[in-house]
């Protein structure tokens, strides 16, 4: 199965830029999108009608939001984490189908002097504890907010008291690995270097001055099964690029 995951940025402003195009070529069986910065009422998808959606809006208009392409039913289809938290800002979906579970999220970012790092925080420990009630192997992808490593983004010194590579975040993620979670790309590509996010400030896409915030994460006992991952560097039309994840499953 072949699974794609990107931020988008917009995503209306983003099918202005391509998108429906890089959809249809790529011919996804998912297509996971955050940042959709959209209500429903807003958006149509006439050029993906092989697809079928779900989509989890930010109560706040223009802000955040998730949404799935799929073309199988699933079992069933959960919004937000436990009881429902962080749908105010419209922050995971999870579609449930026969042998896994997959779930889509846009991890809060800290903000300028990580202000908003304690709600970051807390949203990781509710993740974990929602990934516990879940009774299949786990696909969760989206833009996860962090770069784990000093690998995954160019300047890594000069950002270790910055929003996405703090140790806080950094270590929190690491956290999530060890309760049974493989990090596809970093599985498949333990040396390489390659990014899926840049800032729009000072050319930094062009000068290659990337993070590494965007992933795919199987449970451990799907590691195996894995195929292929890798980040669509060079694909426009957001900061972010996508993400591929091929897996038998």
Known sequence: MKFISWNVNGVRACMNKGFTDFVNAENPDFMCIQET?????????????????????????????????????????????????YNDEGRVITLEYPTFYLVTAYVPNSQEELKRLDYRMQFEEDLKEYFKTLNKPIIYCGDLNVAHNEIDLKNPKANTRNPGFSIEERTKFGLLLDEGYTDTFRYLHPEVVKYSWWSYRFRAREKGIGWRIDYFLVSNSLSSKINKADIYDQVLGSDHAPVLLDIDI
């Not at 993906?48 to 799929?70: H, P, W």
């Open 37 to 85: 910065k959209a209500q429903p009422e807003q958006v149509e998808f006439p050029e993906l009608s092989q697809y079928k959606y779900v989509m989890n809006s930010a109560l706040k208009k223009g802000y955040s939001g998730t949404l799935i392409f799929y073309k199988e039913e699933p079992l069933s289809v959960n919004y937000g984490l436990i009881d429902g938290k």
